[in-house]
Structures are given as C-alpha cells and as structure tokens.
C-alpha cells in the first residue's frame, strides 16, 4: 500500500494552527453530538462539593487537552493515509469532551487549567514521535493512553460528589468513547507498549493529574 502524500506545507500550517487555537482557547463551535448533562438537572452541592467536583473537571479537562495535542501530533507525522484520518476523527470527538468539561467547569463556577498550553505541547512532541516511530507504534501508544484514560476516569466516578450527576453523565459519555478508541486502535494493529514506556506514561499522568487538581 502507498502511503499517502504529505499536505503542502503552508496549508498544513494554517491547520495546525487552527487545531491549536480550538484546543486552547474557548471557542463557539458547534460539536456532533449533545452535552451529554443536558437532560440531568443540576443539584444542590456545598462549597466544598462544588470545588472537588470542579477540580476533577479541570483534571479531564486538562486530559482532553492533552487528547488534541496527542493525535495531532500523530496526525502530523503518521505514514499511512487512514491512520492520519483515524487520527483526526479521534481529536474531533475528543474536541467534543473538551468542550462538555469546559461546560460543566463553567457551571460550577471555575476554569480550565492554567497550564493548558503545556499539557497541549507536551503532547503533540509524544504523539509526533510515535507517529515517527511507526504506526503500529502510533496505534499501540493510543491503545494503551486509553487504557489508562478509562482507568483514570474510573476513578473519578467514583470520587465524584454523590449527587453531581451532571459531571457524572459526561465522564460516563467519555468512559464509553475513550474505550472505542483504545479497541479500535489496538484491532487497526496497534502494538504492545514495552513495560517501561507504560510505566512513563503512568508517571507522566500522575503529574499532568495532580497539578490540574489545583492549577
């Protein structure tokens, strides 16, 4: 199979550019699919409630940011033509939990993280290096990033206020989607991270998770 000519350079500027612009800054847009809390009506949390739940918020957030940076980056550099558009239709739904935790942040009365562009360039340099690497490569990296996602997000149903289901019905929205992606990149091919890789992925979150918490 051949692989897929690069876009010419200065269009693919413009795009990354645009891409960058839309994951860190709020941006008007219109997503597929429905807030998935629209139908859940909000309830009453004390202060305290109100700022755990927003802390956790501004944590997946802050993931969803790094999810843009992530496929972009392997967007950029994938060999193959349908890995690059499997790229793009990833970012495009995680977009969508961007802007569903960007929602509910504002709701609760607080903000994104500070540290956003980090997160988002911190990203794009690890996902451009596996797509360097490889696709297969590329494709295990976003296999196993979703596995730790889901068990990320696992957690923090479970940490939620009891009664904010709001926050809950968009983390069980994204549960559901980040672990489509994690399957789907693993049937395309996606090969087994080594252990130490993972283990630095783990650590790398830990550090993205806690300085989120409060920044």
């Given amino acids: 199979m051949m692989n897929s000519p690069p876009k010419d350079l200065p269009d693919a500027l413009v795009s990354q550019v645009d891409r960058v612009l839309r994951s860190l800054l709020s941006v ?4 597929g699919r429905d807030n998935p809390a629209t139908d859940r009506g909000e309830t009453e949390l004390s202060a305290e409630e109100r700022r755990h739940a927003a802390a956790l918020m501004r944590i997946n957030h802050a993931g969803e940011v790094a999810a843009q940076g992530l496929y972009h980056g392997q967007s950029t550099t994938a060999r193959l033509g349908e890995v690059r558009a499997a790229m793009d239709e990833a970012a495009e739904e995680e977009f969508e939990h961007l802007k569903w935790c960007e929602e509910r942040l504002a709701e609760l009365g607080s903000r994104p993280s500070l540290l956003g562009p980090l997160w988002y360039a911190g990203a794009f340099a690890i996902g451009a290096a596996a797509g360097i690497a490889g696709d297969r490569w590329s494709l295990g990296f976003v296999a196993e990033t979703e596995r730790q996602v889901v068990h990320h997000l696992d957690e923090h149903l479970e940490r939620l206020p009891e009664d904010d289901e ?14 489509k992606h994690g399957a789907t990149a693993s049937a395309a091919g996606g090969a087994e991270l080594p252990a130490p890789v993972r283990g630095l992925m783990t650590l790398t979150s830990r550090i993205m998770t806690r300085s989120a918490y409060w920044f």
């Fill in 166 to 179: 709001r926050s809950r019905a968009i983390l069980r929205q994204m549960r559901e989607d980040e672990e």
């Fill in 28 to 31: 008007d847009r219109k997503t």
